[in-house]
């Protein structure tokens, strides 16, 4: 035992002054930022940052889609964040479309195509995207399926 005590006396005497160690927090995280912004930026950010939080330091184009991106997501460093362009949505004039633009619409076929031009032609040109739905087979449910991609 006194052996063990002169060892561990000797040993803080002769040994030199142990330091802790010090685990050092960045600063900042690097997150870079691309696609559909108006300039890409390298950002540098808190740690632990949100996506919503970045957000704030850059400009959104009028193309961006941000409706699959979480907000809450929390950033690294060396993250790369890419804004997607939103689709584009194409438009059909149910007044002046032919059978075979009015079968680029979901759900529409031959058959409801040609309804349509033939409701046009007895009962002239639609007045609202609504009145879509006084042609024979066109009901609630497949009208709200492709009201996006009409125009009159």
């Known amino acids: 035992?006194?052996?063990?005590?002169?060892?561990?006396?000797?040993?803080?005497?002769?040994?030199?002054?142990?330091?802790?160690v010090s685990i050092s927090k960045a600063s900042c995280i690097r997150v870079y930022i691309k696609?559909?912004?108006?300039?890409?930026?390298?950002?540098?950010?808190?740690?632990?940052?949100?996506?919503?939080?970045?957000?704030k330091y850059v400009t959104l184009s009028n193309d961006a889609d941000t409706s699959s991106i979480n907000e809450s997501t929390i950033l690294a460093d060396g993250d790369v964040l890419i804004i997607p362009k939103q689709k584009q949505v194409i438009k059909v004039s149910i007044n002046f479309a032919t059978v075979d633009e009015l079968c680029m619409l979901k759900g529409i076929g031959v058959s409801t195509a040609e309804k349509i031009v033939r409701y046009r032609i007895d009962h002239g040109l639609f007045q609202t995207l609504e009145d879509l739905m006084n042609v024979p087979g066109?009901?609630?449910?497949?009208?709200?399926?492709?009201?996006?991609?009409?125009?009159?």
């Open 35 to 55: 696609g559909e912004v108006d300039e890409e930026t390298d950002l540098c950010l808190e740690p632990y940052s949100t996506v919503l939080e970045a957000f």
């Open 1 to 20: 035992m006194k052996i063990l005590l002169i060892f561990l006396f000797l040993f803080f005497i002769l040994c030199p002054q142990l330091q802790p």
């Open 138 to 152: 066109i009901k609630q449910a497949r009208f709200n399926q492709i009201k996006d991609q009409l125009s009159l």
